[in-house]
């Protein structure tokens, strides 16, 4: 199905009902579809045509929804860009995804302007919120426009979205996703619009992450109304979350965390939330344990995917966080928090060695996964195509192994194994078991080039307030917990772990910062 008929349908069956709900703006279906229209006809008919590709460099908006669907009604291909992204980074990647339109908010037109002088074709500017020299303005154009229905010819198969990936190593590679990549999960794992039952979903994750769009494309196709916060700010979020009444919220680890340790978190009423899924990054157990306790009327899910799978393959449902039954049924259900879950029906997934055959259960491999909404390659990349995707299977990156339940559990990226005098380690191992420690508030593991063993193992941690990190203490503490050879050989206290926009820990910073040799 082509993404762009989850807002036909759902402006058929409720056209009245808010879609969303943006810097006190309350835009039904009916008026959504009418802007999504009325923009896609400007875009024609200055010039944008099918495989054109149309940029966006912007916060969270309804102008980012609006101008997906309007691109979809095109055949037009989505390009949204990270505005955290440094300007060489943004360059590299508008010259590689080579747009005809740009949309931006106002405080990035200037640097677009002073990096694409050189980039040929970027004919169509157009600014999102108020003023900027020779770009048109957005609502101007909508008001103008013709809001005669546009339909699409491409079929599921067509590119709809060029997602450009972080870039923590190397420049950023720009990730197909075909219509398919989206609707293949949505029609598998979503209800249609239904007249009877409303929804709010509040939207905090950023538009340019495949989780930001994947709650985007849920929420349409299952007639919701989305409350669209432009970041994250804790207390702005619990205030959305109490007036509006919204029932399901995204968020990474440490969104929530923040939302814990926020003074006014037990002043807030967030008894509406009846969903709270997870993901991005890995998930302390102190942390998910808390918010169990803390949020008792909510359910959790935890949603483990990546932007080339455009985003769930693996779930933990529900059921299994909730800590009740014998001591030893809470006790496994303690241990299946630290896991991802078992891989979704509409998705192949299992974990083979280095010659690309299955490994048994409990066994160290590369989670690998097949499926129709696999990302269609890298977006002029053949070399990392074909390294990504061999044989049908898509190559995650990622480490894993299956437990005898058949539940996965994350051993971390391949690139950040730590080979020790012919031992692997697994950072994410060592990582539980810091997170647990009575003084520390965050930790990361890196490995230390050694002459003698390789690598060596090095924690850096932040201290919770008002504690005093000891390194020996912390060495001696993972040694009770951990096989020797795993327990860290040095410990450094920072302030704060260096993190993407989503919550994850930038290893290859922290291994730039701290690799200095381990001194005996």
Sequence with gaps: MNTSEFLNITTLIAPERTAIVFDGKRITYARLSDRVNRLSNVLVEMGVSGGDRIAMMQVNCNEHIEAYFAAAKLDAV??????????????????DASPKAIFAGKRYTETIDGITEDIEGLDIRIVIDGYAEKWLEYESIIETANSDERFPHDDEDALTMLMFTAGTTGVPKGVMLSHDSFSS????????????????????????????????????????????????????????VQTERANRAMMVPTMLKMLMDHPKFESHDLTSLEVITYGA?????????????????????????????????????????????????????????????????????????????????????????????????????????????????????????????????????????????????????????????????????????DLDWGERIRAIVVAKSGH?????????????????????????VVRELPRNPMGKVLKRVLREQHSQPIQE
């Design 281 to 449: 990054a890995p998930m302390p157990l102190e942390v998910i344990k808390r918010a169990i306790e803390k949020l008792p009327g909510t359910y959790f899910i935890n949603a483990f995917g990546q932007t080339e799978t455009a985003a769930t393959i693996t779930m933990l449902p529900p059921e299994d966080h909730i800590l009740e039954g014998t001591e030893e049924e809470i006790e496994k259900k303690l241990n299946r928090l630290t896991s991802i879950g078992k891989p979704l029906e509409d998705v192949e997934v299992k974990i083979v060695d280095e010659n690309g055959d299955d490994v048994t259960s409990g066994e160290n491999g590369e989670i690998v996964a097949r499926g129709s909404r696999l990302m269609k390659g890298y977006w002029n990349q053949e070399e990392a195509t074909a390294e990504a995707l061999r044989g049908g299977w898509l190559y995650t990156g990622d480490l894993g192994y299956f437990d005898e339940d058949g539940y996965i559990f994350l051993s971390g990226r391949a690139k950040d194994f730590i080979k020790r005098g012919g031992e692997m380690v697994s950072p994410e191992e060592v990582e539980q078991v810091l997170h647990s420690h009575p003084s520390i508030d965050e930790a990361a593991i890196i490995g230390v080039p």
């Design 78 to 95: 989505y390009v949204p860009l990270n505005f955290r992204s440094s300007s060489e980074e943004i360059r590299y990647m508008l010259s």
């Design 185 to 240: 999960y949505i029609l598998s794992n979503v209800s249609p619009a239904d007249l009877d039952i409303e929804e709010k979903n509040i939207l905090t994750v950023p538009l340019y992450h495949i989780a930001g769009v994947q709650a985007v494309m849920a929420a349409i196709y299952g007639g919701r109304t989305l409350i669209v916060q432009r970041q994250f700010e804790p207390e702005e979020w619990m205030n959305l």
């Design 468 to 492: 005093i990190i000891n390194e020996g203490d912390v060495i001696e503490y993972c040694r009770e917990r951990l096989s020797s050879f795993k327990k860290p050989e040095s410990v450094v």
